[in-house]
Every structure is written in C-alpha cells, then in structure tokens.
C-alpha cells in the first residue's frame, strides 16, 4: 500500500536527494496521516462515548492530536522547502525541526489533559458498555497504526526525515496505547472489574513519555549534535581514494537542517610537491562530495614537508610523549622555526571533548620531551576540540 502511494503521487520518487522530491514525500506523509487519523478520532469518540468509556475517548483525542501532528508536519516540510533568502543564507530547512518539536510540546500537553480527565474516571468509576462492534474498532485502530508506523518508518529512513521517525514511533506507541484500552474493555467484559480509569491513566502517561522522548530527538539537532558517522565515514573513504593526500584532521559539520549540510576539512599535502596539482586535487575533492553526498564542502590545504629529518625526528619525540596522555587525540601541521636564540616547534594538538587534562599540562610535557634534546626548542601548540572523529 505505501509504495503504490509513493509510485503513485510522486514523480521520480527514486530521487531522494532533490529537494522538491523530499518536499512531495513530506507532504503525501502528511496528508496520510491527517485522513487517517482523523477517520480514527472519529471512530474511537463515538465508539467511547456510547461504552462510556474515559479510555477509548482519550485514545481517539490522541488521534485527534496524531491528525494535528501531520498537519503541523505538512506545513513545516512546506516551509523548510523555502529557498534561502539574504536574512537566511542558509535556507529554512531548519523549520522541519522547530515542527517536530512542536508537535512533541502539544503531545505532552495532551497527555496531561487526559490523565486529568482518566484520574477523574479513577474517582468516579462508570460501568463501560463493551461490544463487538467496540471491539472491532479497536482492533481496526490497531492495524491502521500499524501501518502508519511502517509508511512512515520507510518514508522517514528513505529522506532522512527526523520528524516522519518521530511520527512513526507515535504511531508505534499508539498500537501499545489501544491494545491497553482493548484489554480493558476485555477485562471489564469478562470480569466486571472497572479498569478503565487505570488504563486511561496508563495511555496518558504513556502519551507524556512519548513526547518528552520526542522533545530530546527533535531538538539535539537543533542543538547541535554530532554528524553521522555513515556520513563522515565516506567523506574519509574519498580522501583515501587520492594517493597525493598525506592526511586530513579538522573535519567540521554544520546541519542547517535535512539537504543543508555544511563541512570543512584541512588536507595535508606534500610541501615540496606541485602546489598547482595538489590545487586541482583539493578542488576535485570538494566537487566530489558535493556531488556524491550532497554536502557544500570546502577543503583547506595544508602544506607539510616530508623530508626533513629534524622535523620527522621532533615529530615522533612530540607524538611519544603526548598521545599516551588521556583525552590526547592526535597531533598535526607539525613544523619547525628556527631562530638565533631559540627554535619554535609549532603544531597542533587534537583533545577528545572529554579530555581532563590543562593545556598547560599538555604544554608542559611537551616541552619536556622536546628540551631533553635541544634547551633551544620552546613548544608552540595550538589546542583543537575533537568536533569530529575521522
């Protein structure tokens, strides 16, 4: 069923990476999830209200707040899809976040509504009037959130879509949420025990717990989170296709949002080998992951020089004294000034982003090593954060 929608709505669905094809995903998701939801709201309200059942009700007002999800996700895919303008250089794909986290604030909002009104029920318990029609609609509720869940789990996994996983994991959470409502009609009709307050109680709770889950998803990336690992990973496996690169470090991402990434990168190079071919490396490098994963890629070259023996000799003392020290990464642009009265070794020294030590420490021991072979050498370092792990 949900890929006769997408063969049938969206135009070369298979191109995932245009912007105005992830918008038509984002946008059938939506319309998906508005009709469904609200036949569900629809169906459970009715139902409830003739069982008089607190828990059925509040099940069906979650659908109503499932329905009001996919518009807010309508609309957010629509304006994140805006071009960049001069106040937005960087487009308004961000806007997909702000919409999920919104939809997460009016989930929670809801689900406190609903344990009042369940509480309520607790206090004042009512005989519920089960039937096999009451029955029937559930189990209906059930295997349509089912499927929600799968359409927007594939949808979601296929455009990369934070919001579309979050709906599907509310959709997800409303199967267990229903089938606790079902089971309490069951119990009622079988034992006579009035649970139904209890497991109104149950599916509000529920409801808060899903969305505070969805709060923590929906705003790490606006926080600023870590970038993927898939991603960084083949960023590196094209670095390591050109023989001519000696090293990279300094890998910085910037997400402005799903299509809107940003990344820079330092590439060593051979100081003494053709600047004008290394150029032309670099540049085809950038050209390469713009095209392949679709990032604005920017490289910066670092010219290191490979044959001086006092500069390799330094390097391998500095590199032995300070990467066995924890939170110590890695160290690079390793060169040497020399002076008349002292000689500068210049580098920098990569720290994991929990790296206990001071810099002075670090400083310190580098010094060290270094004066144990020339009392000249005065240790320069640069201290850099670990943003990225390559």
């Not at 008089?52 to 609309?75: E, F, H, Y």
């Not at 209906?140 to 979050?166: C, D, E, P």
């Not at 119990?187 to 025990?193: D, E, I, P, Q, R």
Request: glycine share 6%; charged share 20%.
């Amino acid at each position: 069923m949900g890929k006769f929608l997408i063969k049938a709505f969206i135009k070369n669905h298979e191109n995932t990476s245009d912007p105005k094809v992830r918008e038509q995903y984002g946008k059938l998701a939506g319309i998906v999830g508005i009709v469904s939801n609200l036949l569900l709201c629809i169906m459970k309200i009715a139902v409830g209200l003739i069982a008089k059942s607190i828990a059925i009700v509040a099940d069906g007002i979650n659908n109503l707040a499932d329905a009001s999800s996919s518009i807010i996700t309508l609309v957010g895919f629509k304006l994140a899809s805006m071009p960049e303008d001069e106040n937005h250089p960087y487009g308004h794909a961000r806007i997909e976040y702000l919409s999920g986290l919104f939809v997460s604030i009016v989930i929670i909002i809801i689900g406190v509504q609903l344990l009042r009104s369940s509480i309520d029920k607790i206090l004042h318990p009512a005989p519920v009037q089960s039937g096999s029609i009451t029955i029937l609609i559930l189990a209906v509720a059930i295997l349509v959130k089912l499927w929600q869940s799968f359409f927007n789990v594939h949808i979601g996994k296929k455009i990369k879509s934070v919001t579309l996983m979050a709906t599907a994991a509310d959709s997800r959470n409303d199967v267990i949420a229903t089938a606790a409502v079902l089971v309490s009609i069951l119990v009622s009709h079988f034992t006579g025990l009035q649970i139904d307050g209890y497991m109104g109680c149950l599916v509000a709770l529920f409801i808060v717990w899903s969305g505070i889950q969805l709060v923590r998803e929906t705003i790490s990336p606006l926080l600023g989170e870590a970038p993927d690992q898939e991603m960084v990973c083949a960023i590196k496996e094209i670095m390591q296709r050109e023989p001519g690169i000696l090293g990279v470090h300094d890998l910085m991402v910037h997400n402005y949002g799903p299509g809107k990434i940003f990344a820079s990168i330092h590439i060593e190079v051979d100081a003494d080998g053709d600047l004008m071919k290394s150029h032309d490396m670099i540049d085809n490098i950038e050209r390469i992951v713009k095209e392949t994963l679709h990032i604005q890629f920017v490289a910066h070259m670092d010219p290191i020089r490979t044959n001086d023996p006092l500069i390799m000799k330094m390097r391998t003392v500095i590199a032995g004294a300070l990467l066995p020290l924890p939170g110590v990464e890695d160290i690079h642009d390793f060169r040497i000034v020399a002076g008349p009265t002292h000689t500068n070794i210049i580098f920098d020294v990569v720290l994991s982003t929990d790296c206990k030590l001071r810099e002075d420490e670090i400083t310190a021991a580098a010094k060290k090593a270094a004066q144990a072979i020339d009392e000249s050498y005065y240790i320069v370092i640069t201290f850099d954060k670990a943003y990225t792990y390559l």
